[in-house]
Nanobody, 113 residues
Framework: QVQLVESGGGLVQPGGSLRLSCAASGFTFSSYAMNWYRQALGKERELVAA????????IYADSVKGRFTVSRDNVKNMAYLQMNNLKPEDTAVYIC??????RGQGTQVTVSS
């Protein structure tokens, strides 16, 4: 059974940091690229970051470049999204997704003072 489970969200002040994790199981994680999306209330889902199956290449939305870092550990079947210098506009549900495999339920990130 395919599972993608996010964790690490929460409430943080502007300028703060969070590290999201995505635990994958039920498929060969190391064979697939992996994406982090976010969905804010009333807005379209946005691709935040993506990483290739090997971890050698990454892409980022312009809105998070220089602040977010995506990584993965193919031994532990985990993916991560390190988020620094968070802004109120980063508030959203963050979802890990593997194309043609599935996506998680998401973890809420709220940036507010």
């Amino acid at each position: 059974q395919v599972q993608l489970v996010e964790s690490g969200g929460g409430l943080v002040q502007p300028g703060g940091s969070l590290r999201l994790s995505c635990a994958a199981s039920g498929f060969t994680f190391s064979s697939y690229a992996m994406n982090w999306y976010r969905q804010a209330l009333g807005k379209e889902r946005e691709l935040v970051a993506a990483i290739t199956s090997s971890g050698d290449n990454t892409i980022y939305a312009d809105s998070v470049k220089g602040r977010f870092t995506v990584s993965r550990d193919n031994v532990k079947n985990m993916a991560y999204l390190q988020m620094n210098n968070l802004k109120p506009e980063d508030t959203a549900v963050y979802i890990c997704d593997v194309a043609r495999i599935g996506r998680g339920q998401g973890t809420q990130v709220t940036v507010s003072s």
